[in-house]
Structures are given as structure tokens and as C-alpha cells.
């Protein structure tokens, strides 16, 4: 039945998008200015009269599911103020199979920007990955280490949250879900006498995300917008899942914990660093402890390895060779001044040096996967070359310390970059 819904819901997004009677276009487009259309999709939406689209499921890529292709979208305030309904649908053409999420939210307080959110999806998620729920609030137009992932866990999950703006400077969400987890691969978590191969799991999660020092203002009615960013940044997201609660069988916590500070010097030059840790505890699977955000695949030769370097990642560090049920990164990059070679060509030179520490207390409960712990501290450094050409640069990293492997060119990252800005 839902997934009936979504595809009507998506059919809705092209009639909305593509139908509307010839005498109402010119004031559609008269309605849209130049700036608002801008805004909306540096915000990573495609305006139309009464659906934004959502540039998120129109193409991607990864090693599971290859190419990933599919519509998605949320209705805006020419339909309604107070009710607002999202979905996706999407497929993959190596799995091939369609995912796909619909829900919808009621404004419960205008001047607080207070949602009640209900959603059902059907999808994939990388294993290992921890991501804060108000991070959904901000788009990324492109997400470099998506290409390389090959590593999936498929969740249905049924959610209810609750987005509540504390203050202008200050964001919380509160959700309570109930998945039911099945990995793509072979794997098996055992604890005592029991062995599980899927998971049953009800979980309560509470986001908070802390920008103290910016800027926001009301730049269209009823919506705060981030004018002038500050730092640092602060975000912390609190989980836990309850045993034999909606059939849950497994009961565990998880407390995760990010800031990104960024230094303006003289000269057009910015240090960022970026710290990020988490510490899990109760019986966990592999599934929902941590990776360190590694970006490297499993090739022999440097250029068999050559792909597209992230934003946040570890470029040396291969895909499924650390977990941790508790870690530590940091990230330094420091921006030298673009090079002012002509008005239109101003390459950029970053430096950068990356660390990451963690730790596992029971690795014998994962069965079916190797992997080792980051327990003697992993180190990598390198540079970019940015926006050499269209967007496109390089990027070089190396490793070395305690996890330094025995062929030098295995320790070696040549990627690409790619930077966009509107």
C-alpha cells in the first residue's frame, strides 16, 4: 500500500511541476524571483508552484547498488502552511530493487518552527555510519564518498519526531522509530547463546545542533535563514534502543558529539578543524557502531584506486578495515589564499593532516567480517589542489604511523575533487 502511495505522490510532483495551464505560467515565474529560486537550490530543492523537488534522488552512484536514480520532493507553502507531505522513490540498477520513504509533517508551532513529523521508509544505510538527525535540514549537493561505498545494511523503519527550534541559534529533533534491520551481507552478531542475522530494533533518538555565534534572519515569511555562519559549531545526538519494547531485541546507547571551528586570517587564508566522536555501549550490532569515515577502496594500484576525494574522510583508509563501538577524529585543513591567476581561474591550495583514535570491547560478537580497531591512533596527511578546472582539482594523502602498511603505494591517496558553489 505505501508503495502505491509513493508513486502517486511522485506523479502528484510532475503534474504540479510540468501541468500548470499556460495563462498561469508567466505569473508563476514572475512569482519566483531571481534570489529565491537561487536560495532554493543552494537549500538543494528545485522550486515549483506547489512541490520542491528534491535534488538528492535525481542520480547517485555507489558499489552496492550502482547507479541510484529516482524523484523525490515535499510541498510548500502555496499548498499548504501548516501540512506538508515528502517522499522519494528510487532505484538501483545493480540491486535492482526501488526504495523508496513517504511521510508527512503538521506544523504544530509557527513562531517556534515546530513539526510533527511521521515517515515509513524503505531503504539502505551505509554500516557504520552515524548521522545526526539535524543534519537533514542541511543539502549537500554533492557527497563524494557515496561513490565508493559498498557496505549496506537494508532498514524499514517507521518514525514520529517532533523539530522544535529552542531558540534562532539552537535546533532539537526528537525521534522514536522502529526498524527492522537486515545486512547485505554475511554477518552475524552473537551475544551469549543467541545469534541474530537481522535486528528488531525501537529506538529514541534527541538531536541538538548549536550555532551560537551566527547570524540568522527572516528572509521569507516563517523561515530563518542563516546569513552570516560563525563558529564554532556544535552538534550532539543522543540514542537509545529498547529491548522487548514493540519487539525489540537488542537494547543498547549511543551519545555522538561533533564541532567544526573555522580561524579567518589575514590574506584570505581559514584554518577548519573538526572534531567528531562517539561511544556506544550495551549489545550493539556492526551495523549501528562506527566507522572513521574511511574513502578508499580495495585496489591494487594507485590509479586502480583513483576516485573522488571527500569533504570529511579518511582518504587513505579502506573501506571495512576499521570499526570501533567508540572513536575520536580530527580534522585540520588549512585554506592558503587562492592563487589569482586571472578573474574566473583562482586555483586553491589546502593543507591537510587527519587522526583518528577508537576502540571495540567485544569484536567477537561479529561474525562473518573482519576488520581491526583504530586502538593505536591512525594518522594520514596530504594536500588539495582545488578548482583547477570547471570545479575539479587534486588531492594527494598519505599514511603513516602505527597502521602503515608494508608497500609504500599502498599507503599512498591520488583522487580528485570536485567543488561547487552557486
Known sequence: MCKYC???????????????????????????????????????????KYVNIDLRYLIKFNQYEGFRTGLGGVTNSNLSKTIRINGYTVYGFKDDR???????????????????????????????????????????????????????????????????????????E????????NPTYNYTFSVGDKAYDTFHLSSLKLALDWSPFSTYETIVPNTLEETKIGYPKFSLQYTK????????????????????YQINHKNNTQTRITLVGGFSGGKIPLTHLYHAYPNNITKETILQRFSVAGN???????????????????????????FNISERWKPQLVLIHRF?????????????????????GYTESGFEFNKLIFGFGLSFAYRYGAYHLPKVQDNIALKFTFNLSF
Open 6 to 48: 509513493l508513486f502517486l505522490f511522485c506523479i502528484c510532483i510532475s503534474v504540479f511541476a510540468n501541468a500548470q495551464p499556460e495563462k498561469n505560467s508567466d505569473k508563476q515565474k514572475d512569482s519566483i524571483s531571481k534570489s529565491e529560486f537561487l536560495r532554493q537550490l543552494g537549500n538543494g530543492y528545485l522550486p515549483t
Open 98 to 172: 526501488f526504495k523508496y520513504s513517504i511521510g508527512g509533517g503538521i506544523r504544530i508551532s509557527k513562531q517556534k518552527q515546530s513539526w510533527l513529523n511521521f515517515s515509513y521508509t524503505d531503504d539502505l544505510m551505509e554500516t557504520g555510519s552515524s548521522k545526526f538527525l539535524t543534519d537533514k535540514r542541511f543539502f549537500q549537493f554533492f557527497e563524494p564518498r557515496l561513490l565508493n561505498i559498498d557496505l549496506f545494511h537494508r532498514h524499514i523503519t517507521k518514525s514520529v519526531s517532533i523539530e522544535h527550534n529552542l531558540s534562532d541559534k539552537l535546533l532539537s
Open 174 to 181: 526528537l525521534e522514536f522509530s522502529v526498524s527492522n534491520v
Open 241 to 260: 534502543s529498547f529491548k522487548d519494547f514493540f519487539k525489540s531485541n537488542l537494547a543498547f546507547s549511543k551519545i555522538d558529539f561533533r564541532t567544526i
Open 312 to 338: 570529511n574522510s579518511f582518504e587513505t583508509m579502506y573501506f571495512n578495515e576499521f570499526f570501533s563501538d567508540r572513536f575520536a577524529t580530527f580534522q585540520l585543513k588549512h585554506f592558503l589564499s587562492p
Open 356 to 376: 583518528a583514535i577508537g576502540d571495540m570491547s567485544f569484536p567477537e560478537r561479529h561474525l562473518g567480517i573482519t576488520f581491526n580497531t583504530l586502538n593505536k
